[in-house]
């Protein structure tokens, strides 16, 4: 049911019977023409892992899909990594060239000490721009969750002519969208002192961890603790304490790009798919909707769960970035 221009809240695939339906993994391999041998690689929709050397820094990534099909671009958020797109890759692979990035620091990219790297927004959107040119992603559509918003705009500012669409996922690009669980974090931005850096050290407990992943959603008992027990280990490697905060304090220089990257919506009008967990206490409800105000033509989507929607939602969400990538065609 269609609410308030373009708002849709939905909360199962009920919803969704008017889409084309999922394609059936492998459903038409038996019809492809034989492949040569240095081609097969390319057509195969599984699930593949490298890496590439940039800046002298090894990036992991996660890719599935064929050269040619419709480019899909996966930014991870806080605390974690490309593994949060784990499932949506394999559901929908078969339909698109996907590639999900680890940043520096996060995942199984390269995470130098603070010491011997500069981590900051900026940096991290360079890097992820590198690694799209020299994979050949030049026309894609970017998903964009937490801290994947900040950088997956600084992108699409730099090259307009490049994204065809954007899927944000409580990812914020308005002042509506910080609220109470901001008020730490900018106080430190304000102040940069040591005493303020030190209370953001409970945001990278095992408890914040799993705080993260359950508040706000429906049914505890279907969220994996593979989560946890994947990104914990991650956050607890020495030193890494220091890479977060230091990109808790870089966040501050986002709030003010917020104007050019509305500008750049208002300018550009890209086609928009917003999946919004309610519950997030992170990226709440009102920083969903402020989206509209610049691209009135986008669809948001208002789903009963929490911050990483893709763990409750996943099949919803796929469904709907099916639909809306076909329909860019």
């Given amino acids: ?16 019977s008017g889409l084309t339906p999922l394609t059936q993994a492998g459903g038409e391999a038996a019809n492809l023409p034989e492949a ?54 394999e559901e929908l692979g078969d339909d698109f060239h996907i590639i999900a990035p680890d940043y520096p620091g996060y995942g199984l990219s390269s995470a130098p000490s603070t010491d011997d790297y500069n981590y900051t927004f900026d940096n991290t959107a360079d890097i992820v721009d590198e690694l799209l040119e020299r994979k050949g992603f030049d026309d894609y559509v970017l998903y964009v969750m937490d801290y994947g918003a900040p950088v997956g705009y600084r992108i699409a500012t730099e090259h307009p002519e490049r994204v ?24 430190y931005w304000e102040t940069g002192a040591e005493s303020d850096r030190n209370e953001l050290r409970g945001l990278l407990t095992l408890g914040a961890t799993k705080w993260q992943y359950t508040t706000g959603v429906r049914d505890q008992t279907i969220i994996s603790p593979d989560n946890w027990l994947v990104v914990q280990p991650l956050l607890d490697r020495p030193g890494n304490d220091d890479v977060q905060l230091d990109m808790f304090y870089d966040y501050g220089t986002n709030p003010p790009l917020y104007p050019e990257w509305q500008q750049y919506f208002r300018d550009n009008q890209p086609p928009m798919l917003i999946t919004w967990g309610a519950n997030d206490p992170i990226f709440p409800e009102p920083g969903a909707h402020p989206y509209l105000r610049d691209l009135p033509d986008a669809e948001l989507h208002i789903l009963d769960t929490g911050h990483f929607a893709l ?8 469904a709907l970035i099916r639909d809306f990538i076909r329909r860019l065609d």
């Fill in 1 to 16: 049911m269609k609410l308030n221009n373009n708002i849709l809240r939905t909360t199962t695939l009920i919803a969704l």
């Fill in 36 to 89: 040569s041998e240095s081609t097969r690689d390319s057509q195969n929709s599984a699930v593949r892992y490298g890496t590439e050397t940039i800046d002298g820094l090894e990036i992991f990534y996660r890719q599935a899909g064929t050269v040619g099909q419709p480019q899909l671009v996966l930014l991870h958020g806080f605390p974690t990594s490309s593994h949060m797109f784990r499932n949506l890759i």
């Fill in 164 to 187: 065809a669409g954007f899927v944000v996922q409580n990812g914020n690009a308005y002042d509506e969208g910080l609220e109470d669980f901001w008020i730490p974090i900018k106080k």
């Fill in 311 to 318: 763990e409750e939602d996943g099949d919803l969400i796929a």
